[in-house]
């Protein structure tokens, strides 16, 4: 047994929180993403995620296109991921460290269940999450900026008042400022154009299948008017990541629905090339 496993059993027996991150930033503080040293004109960036309220749920979709400077780096990274069972959150910013981020986020709410013996409130999920970007201030202050979406079914709330407002979305800022948001939202660097479709689109009481195409539709749209978001690629078969979160809990949207979605609204669009 090295020095450097002893050190770190000795953490693991000391009682402590309940959170995995204060433990990581006590044992082995090197760990953690902040800590990570890049040069930020060399790191991968990602974006564009939306996020919109239906009757029932929450809907997550997130581009395929992964940037480095003026270059495409990656065609079909994925962005949007499940953090439990019915929480998902979206990255934007620098991918690299968003990714470890989302990881570290997993390991937090899991481990938070097992010492406690129950699950996090999902508002207590989305403070846990504030509390690690803004850990990452320091890096972003460097050009390695981290900036999730975080959206969820909340089942508390969903018991008290029905499932058709349980739908909850929660966007942040580089200092770790933690924001509910009204029925849509969207991050990263086609957020702009992708929010005013949004505007346009959502509607209340929509379907999941209706909250689904809004979502794509307006990362079309982002596509459309910002280099760093990747449309849906036909050819390529690469579509957006869509995520539903639900009382039955988190669901991925399969690329069947989703091609027969942008199927349509290439189709449509193409009879109103102005538009």
Known sequence: MTADTRGLLRFATDPGSSSFVEFLSAAAPDQLPSHRMMDPAMTVHATTIVAAIYDGGVVMAGDRRATMGNLIAQRDIEKVFPADDFTLVGIAGTAGMAIELVRLFQVELEHY???????????????????????????????????????????????????????????????????????????????????????????????????????????????????????????????????????????????ATLDAIVRTLTERRAGSPGS
Do not use: C
Request: negative net charge; without cysteine.
């Open 113 to 255: 269940e097992k010492i406690e013996g129950t699950s996090l409130t999902l508002d207590g999920k989305a403070q846990r999450l504030a509390t690690m970007v803004r850990g990452n201030l320091g890096a972003a202050m460097q050009g390695l900026a981290v900036v999730p979406l975080f959206a969820g079914f909340d089942a508390a709330d969903a018991a008290a008042h029905g499932a058709s407002g349980a739908g909850k979305i929660y966007s942040y800022d580089v200092a770790g400022g933690r924001y509910p948001e009204q029925y849509y939202h969207s991050v990263g660097s086609g957020s702009v154009f992708a929010k005013s479709a949004l505007k346009k689109l959502w509607r209340t009481s929509m379907s999941e299948e209706d909250a689904v195409a809004v979502v794509v539709e307006s990362l079309y749209d982002a596509a459309d008017d910002d280099s760093a978001t990747g449309g849906p690629d036909l050819t390529r078969r690469i579509y957006p990541v869509v995520y539903a979160a639900t009382a039955d809990g988190v669901r991925r949207i399969g690329d």
